[in-house]
């Protein structure tokens, strides 16, 4: 062992702790991970300090050939990944391989169960990157000195990844970073340089440098007819192809090497549901390969982390998470862009306001949608996966791109009356085919809950005359809906809404009785206005309830009951909203009521039927103690 200096322990953050326990139990069937982590590290070192180079080309200390090297030793029970990176100062040591510095992570530790197989499974949607290295090592060493310090500056790192870790400032000649692991005991068969070889191969063949393994040399051989073979000399010797998958032309790239790629730039265990990569010559030129995840990752909601893709230039990588390339409803798409047409030392504020960036990002957004197309149509069964993790993120696309608005709705998924079941897989499309002769609009309900929508009152005329309505419960969908007013020329239509009419789907004999029973109930309309007061916004007479006495609608242009929700759980000033309320004049209940000369208690009564219909339609009341005792009287009384 080298000098060291400096020598100090830390612990590790909890969250890093957690992680540690979480990864040793979830990935210990999937162990060979770890090389693909290291190895992407290593070449995002690289990345790094190219980019920084195009500034300050001192940082390759004369020295620009960037390689990952990896070399066991069986003697000392170690496999070593070395890079001539950026590597890291002694304070990125300590921020990076101590703490976890995604935000959000502290939530996600806090959902864990406990139970290992529920938690295994969560895994996946953290990217482990570095401390995968305790999947398989039983101590950890890490020499690494950041490019352009001088040779004192070398920094070393070492844990037995159980709660703490020491650093020390060292002695480094190279600039870099060298992850040496100490095998576990059942961990050898990495100290096997096939096995290695092999497994590098696979995970590493897209990798933009060289990654080398050191080949040892061959004395010379006698052969019979005295053409003896020469001696070979030993030396590092590049495993992988070493050019950068996307460079390549898409007829001579494996799927296999595309789902590899994938795993590597989205640091995920999962293969990909579906990738597009194009390569686009004209105006703007560019390369995209862009990718639609199996699974979503911990973070997707959360407003504090930039979602984007890897941005490019001239094939050097210049920034991770680059947003401007994507809209936010499709931030759940992984990959990178490689740009001919920006410059080097581009930044995100002039990604802003730049013709180029536009153009690709146009481009991305019509090749993601018309892979969701595609995979919707052909592939069923993966676009119902694609649904279940992204749907809702995809519903914020009316909102941000009007333009593609349209496009966006052919993609969504909803649950229907049709099946009546709470899987989402009714398509706009599929709605439009089945609506019945004279049907003009697209009938929807939100409510809080599945059941809510299903079971809702306003839906007792629909399905009586057997009209489909699409039964949304997500938080986003009213917010969507407010968005989407029509689809394929037709209009959205909540069934909340007191203009809500089938009317003219009934025959000429229906009608009259409705009007018939209008005329007789006009009386009862009056009297229960005077007693409701400004507590209802009117009263009406309605022919949509089967088996419900009363219903409260909103008027076309006020906000409905989803929304004032969202608003209220915002904490939003809410604007005076009053229900209209609207008596089924067949019910049972309500021909009793009418018949009730008493004005007292005809009050009483309607009272009643108010807040029912406000609790079927809300939920809540906001005086509920009042409706028991009133209705307790009630009962009383009839008993
Ligand atoms: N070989 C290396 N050279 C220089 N810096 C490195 C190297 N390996 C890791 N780092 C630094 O440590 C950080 C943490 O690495 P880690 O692998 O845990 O996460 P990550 O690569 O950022 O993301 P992910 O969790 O998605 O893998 C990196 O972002 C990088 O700054």
């Not at 101590?98 to 295994?120: P, Y």
């Not at 997707?300 to 936010?328: C, T």
């Not at 993966?382 to 809702?392: L, P, Q, R, S, V």
């Not at 519903?395 to 899987?423: Q, V």
């Amino acid at each position: 062992m080298s000098e060291v200096a400096h020598k100090e322990t830390h612990g590790f953050q909890t969250e890093v702790k957690q992680l540690l326990q979480l990864m040793i139990h979830s990935l210990y069937s999937n162990k060979e991970i770890f090389l693909r982590e290291l190895i992407s590290n290593a070449s995002d070192a690289a990345d790094k300090l190219r980019f920084k180079a195009l500034e300050n080309s001192a940082l390759f200390e004369n020295d620009g050939e960037v390689r990952v090297r990896v070399s066991v030793d069986k003697e000392a029970n170690t496999i070593t990944i070395s890079d001539n990176g950026i590597g890291m100062t002694r304070d990125d040591v300590i921020e990076h391989l101590g703490t976890i510095a995604k935000s959000g992570t502290k939530e996600f530790f806090g959902n864990l169960t406990g139970d290992q197989a529920k938690d295994s499974q969560l895994i996946g949607q953290f990217g482990v990157g570095f401390y995968s290295s305790f999947i398989v090592a039983d101590n950890v060493t890490v020499r690494t000195r950041a490019a352009g310090l001088s040779t004192d500056r070398g920094v070393q790192w070492q844990s037995a990844g159980e709660g703490e870790f020491s650093i020390a400032d060292i002695e480094k000649a190279e600039r870099g970073t060298d992850v040496i692991l100490h095998l576990k005991e059942e961990e050898k068969e990495f100290l096997d340089e096939w096995k290695v070889r092999s497994i590098i191969t696979r995970y590493s063949d897209h990798i933009g440098i060289p990654v080398e393994m050191y080949k040892e040399g061959t004395p010379e051989q006698e052969v019979e007819d005295g053409d003896n073979i020469p001696a070979t000399e030993g030396g590092w010797e590049a495993i992988n192809k070493g050019t950068a998958l996307w460079t390549r032309d898409k007829s001579d790239i494996s799927d296999e090497e595309y789902k590899e790629f994938y795993k590597s730039v989205a640091h995920d265990f999962d293969e990909p549901l579906k990738w597009v990569h194009n390569k686009v010559e004209g105006k703007t030129e560019y390369t995209s390969l862009l990718y639609i995840p199996k699974r979503a990752p911990f973070d997707l909601w959360n407003r504090d982390v930039k979602h984007g893709i890897k941005l490019y230039v001239q094939r050097v990588f210049i920034m991770d998470e680059a947003e401007k390339f994507l809209p936010s409803y499709l931030r759940f798409v992984k990959g990178l862009v490689d740009s001919n047409d920006l410059p080097l030392n581009v930044s995100r504020e002039i990604l802003q306001d730049n013709k180029a960036t536009q153009a690709i990002r146009n481009g991305n957004v019509k090749r993601v949608l018309q892979t969701l197309t595609r995979m919707a149509d052909n592939s069923p069964e993966d676009y119902a996966i694609f649904w279940k993790e992204f749907g809702n993120v995809l519903k914020e696309g009316p909102a941000e791109d009007f333009s593609n608005k349209e496009k966006i709705a052919k993609l969504y998924r909803f649950a229907s009356t049709h099946a009546d079941t709470a899987e989402q897989n009714v398509s706009l499309d599929d709605y439009i085919g089945r609506m019945k002769e004279g049907q003009e609009k697209i009938y929807y309900i939100t409510a809080d809950t599945f059941s809510a929508a299903k079971n809702s009152p306003h839906l007792e005329v629909f399905r009586k005359k057997g009209i489909e309505v699409l039964l949304m419960s997500e938080r986003v969908d009213e917010w969507m809906m407010s968005h989407l007013t029509e689809y394929s020329e037709k209009q959205f239509q909540h069934v909340a809404k007191a203009n809500t009419d089938l009317s003219e789907m009934d025959d000429e004999e229906t009608k009259k009785a409705h009007e018939e029973a209008e005329k007789e109930f006009q009386s009862f309309v009056e009297r229960a206005k005077a007693a409701l007061g400004d507590k209802v916004k009117e009263v009406k007479v309605t022919h949509k309830l089967t088996d419900s006495p009363a219903v409260i609608t909103t008027d076309e242009h006020d906000m409905n009951t989803q929304m004032l929700k969202l608003l209220e759980a915002a904490g939003q000033p809410l604007p005076e909203t009053k229900y209209i309320f609207e008596v089924n004049p067949e019910h049972a209940l309500v021909k009793r009521v009418a018949d009730e000369s008493d004005e007292a208690a005809f009050k009483e009564w309607v009272e009643v039927l108010l807040d029912q219909a406000t609790l079927a339609e809300r939920g809540s009341l906001d005086n509920p103690a009042d409706f028991v005792t009133r209705l307790n009287k009630l009962l009383v009384k009839v008993s």
